[in-house]
């Protein structure tokens, strides 16, 4: 069984599966439970690239907040199931305002902390977004500045709201709402059908065909979560450090899901900091870190995670033709779950042998945790007629946003009769044992880091900006790419990339890398 839809069946759109509790309905039983421990933690070099001091807050803290953000949104004339936009960093801030919007009864569509004016349009004008939530500044960006040139490029998009300190003119202050007493009252929205079966959260994905954007529901959410946490073998109350975003399907199913599913907590790092992360989980006891793959191998490699506190490590591959190639991991005392990402769509997670060695991706049925007899299934594989990866299952969407007739005008999701939808990885079945190898990438899609490019989009982009200009992507053992690039004026190039709105990585391709530089 699929979460109670049998094994083959081609799922039903239309149809309501899975429970009834949404993301809030988890948070408040966590409230509940254990009002006065602790449950968000900022980064502790908060103040090095944001506004604000660095916080820890408790359940009931963090419940108020909740309330009062969604007061606030409320009072804004924003209705049930607006899109709201949020670009914020790895603070408590993101977290509370994920959940804010969804207590509203809204949808929350996080951005990208590097996407620009360009991206941001293009995403935003997609989903029809009516208000956008950002932060002052992140490093030597002002994100407030950038939200009120995009809101003038957007007709719909009514509202720019902000957290931290010089704001841009006609930026709604929301700090308030971090350091306030009881919030007002607030009527809970009535939905006609299973409330956990209407869309929860957008997020953007770059595909061969495009920008999509990719709506889940509370169902949906939750069983990426559980099946990362079974798998991941994270425990109740535990507390989770991550590196990761709460901007994609990764972030949100290695670290939001796994917090609110466990009642513990969750503490937050940025920018990568090998000093701070450590210091992170000495003073908060971390059971669990999340980190991309090739870093986590790395860290134990030169015997940073050779604390007490880590007992588990869940490792994210964003290119998955790569996970193949992941090292075996040598840490006596410490677990490892891959994490494989594939885009928006979905992702497997694969806990390491005893000896460390990756688990291949299961061919047909993936259930976790992976030995436990009688393991719920989570998600199916299939290579589909034209050699790719397929997935379905609870966690997979069928269409991209938004819903109802538009749900067809392309890009979309290629969702087969049988429900799989097609990933775009190449893959070729193994006979022992029965698994799925990704032979290769996405074609004419490349991975850098957390972001993936068209390389044609590319191509065009630094083309505008400079018509000497040259960019390579160049392959990384376990990032996917890395681009490098190459013009006679790169201060010149990188100034009109700024001007072009486009993704800061693009221009720090361009960056001087003699050894006097």
Not at 420 to 432: L, S
Request: glycine letters at 10%.
């Amino acid at each position: 069984m699929i979460l109670g839809r049998p094994l083959g069946e081609p799922p039903d759109p239309k149809s309501v599966s899975g429970g009834r509790a949404t993301l809030d309905d988890l948070f408040t039983r966590a409230t509940a439970r254990r009002p006065d421990a602790i449950a968000l933690c900022d980064p502790p070099n908060r103040e090095q690239f944001t506004d604000g001091a660095p916080r820890s807050i408790t359940y009931a803290q963090a419940d108020l907040i909740v309330t009062a953000i969604a007061v606030r949104l409320r009072k804004l004339g924003l209705a049930t199931d607006t899109v709201v936009a949020l670009q914020l960093p790895n603070t408590i801030e993101g977290v509370l305002t994920i959940l804010g919007i969804l207590r509203a009864g809204m949808i929350a569509a996080p951005l990208p902390l590097l996407w620009r004016k360009a991206d941001c349009v293009t995403a935003l004008t997609r989903v029809g977004a009516r208000a956008l939530v950002t932060m002052s500044r992140v490093n030597d960006c002002d994100h407030s500045d950038l939200a009120m040139h995009v809101a003038a490029e957007i007709f719909p998009l009514r509202y720019v709201c902000g957290f931290g300190t010089l704001l841009a003119d006609g930026v709604i202050p929301f700090d308030d709402l971090l350091y306030g007493g009881t919030p007002d009252p607030l009527e809970h929205s009535a939905r006609d059908y299973n409330p956990a079966a209407h869309t929860a959260v957008v997020t953007f994905d770059t595909t061969s065909e495009g920008l999509i954007a990719v709506a889940r529901n509370h169902n949906e959410l939750i069983a990426a979560g559980v099946g990362v946490m079974l798998e991941g073998r994270i425990g109740q109350d535990s507390t989770i450090l991550t590196a990761g975003a709460m901007s994609s399907l990764a972030g949100l199913a290695t670290a939001l899901m796994p917090w609110l599913l466990s009642g513990g907590t969750l503490a937050l790092h940025q920018p990568f900091d090998t000093d701070t992360f450590m210091q992170q989980c000495k003073d908060s006891s971390c059971d669990t870190v999340v980190l991309p793959g090739s870093l986590a191998h790395r860290l134990v490699e030169a015997g940073v995670l050779s604390t007490p506190e880590i007992q588990n490590v869940l490792a994210i591959w964003r290119a998955p033709e790569r996970f193949e190639a992941a090292n075996q991991w040598r840490h006596p005392s410490i677990d490892v779950t891959d994490i494989v990402i594939f885009g928006e769509i979905g992702l497997i997670p694969l806990r390491r042998d005893p000896g460390g060695m990756p688990a291949p991706i299961p061919d047909g049925e993936v259930t976790v945790p992976r030995a436990a007899a009688g393991a719920p299934l989570v998600c199916e594989t299939s290579r589909t007629v034209s050699g790719t990866l397929g997935l379905r299952g609870p966690m997979v969407p069928q269409h991209a946003f938004p819903p109802g007739a538009n749900r067809g005008i392309a890009p979309h999701f290629k969702t087969a009769a049988t429900g799989f939808a097609d990933t775009g990885y190449p893959c070729r079945g193994e006979q022992d044992p029965p698994s799925l190898t990704i032979t290769g990438p996405v074609p004419n899609l490349l991975t850098v880091g957390a972001y993936r490019f068209l390389r044609h989009d590319l191509e065009d982009l630094v083309g505008k900006a400079a018509t000497d200009a040259t960019l390579a992507a160049l392959p990384d053992r376990y990032s996917g790419h890395r681009l490098a690039g190459h013009a006679k004026d790169r201060a010149a190039l990188q100034a009109a990339l700024a001007e072009l709105g486009a993704n800061p990585l693009i221009a720090g391709a361009f960056r001087d890398r003699s050894p006097a530089s």
